[in-house]
């Protein structure tokens, strides 16, 4: 209900909860990075929680990724509007 009202144009979902509730599914969040998914007509990129960030900072080039994907995504659709 909440993403209805506000209308977001992109979904980071941060963390495996958060990408396995969005996208209803049990896929280990490795295997949702790097591409983009949608929740209900709303892409959604998928990335590491802050606080796996902090315990593992090794991972932070791969988030970073990620945050880029984001980007281009907007940067796609500012394109398209």
Excluded at 51 to 58: K, T
Aim: with cysteine; proline share 6%.
């Amino acid at each position: 209900q909440q993403v209805a009202l506000v209308k977001p144009k992109l979904l980071l979902a941060m963390g495996r909860f958060a990408a396995q509730s969005l996208l209803q599914t049990t896929d280990p969040i490795g295997r949702l990075r790097g591409q983009v998914h949608h929740y209900q007509g709303i892409p959604v990129v998928v990335t590491y929680h802050p606080s796996y960030l902090l315990r593992s900072p090794q991972e932070k080039a791969k988030a970073w990724h990620d945050l880029c994907l984001a980007m281009k995504v907007m940067d796609d659709l500012k394109a398209g509007s």
